[in-house]
């Protein structure tokens, strides 16, 4: 059984860090693509950043480039978005996503606010 489970959200102050991992189960994490989306108060969920097996290649949002990095540590079927400079217009649910099974996990909440 295919689970994703993200943590690592919080209320942070506008300038803040947050640091975002997602461990996934039941499925050969080290040898797919994976990506993290948001999802904003009353907005539709967005694409923020994708990241290939092995990190070889990634890619980001222009909303976001140049503040987050996105990561994986395949020893630990982890992914990771490592979150800098937050922004208010951060604020949003945040999941991580495996495409080839249209997976997605439950979501963590980060808040940017003064």
């Known amino acids: 059984q295919v689970q994703l489970v993200e943590s690592g959200g919080g209320l942070v102050q506008p300038g803040g860090s947050l640091n975002l991992s997602c461990v996934a189960s039941g499925f050969n994490f080290r040898s797919y693509s994976m990506s993290w989306h948001r999802q904003p108060p009353g907005k539709e969920r967005e694409w923020v950043a994708s990241i290939t097996n092995a990190g070889i290649k990634t890619n980001y949002a222009q909303s976001v480039k140049g503040r987050f990095t996105i990561s994986r540590d395949d020893a630990k079927n982890t992914l990771y978005l490592q979150m800098n400079d937050l922004k208010p217009e951060d604020t949003a649910v945040y999941y991580c996503?495996?495409?080839?099974?249209?997976?997605w996990g439950q979501g963590t909440q980060v808040t940017v606010s003064s």
């Open positions: 996503y495996w495409i080839v099974r249209d997976q």
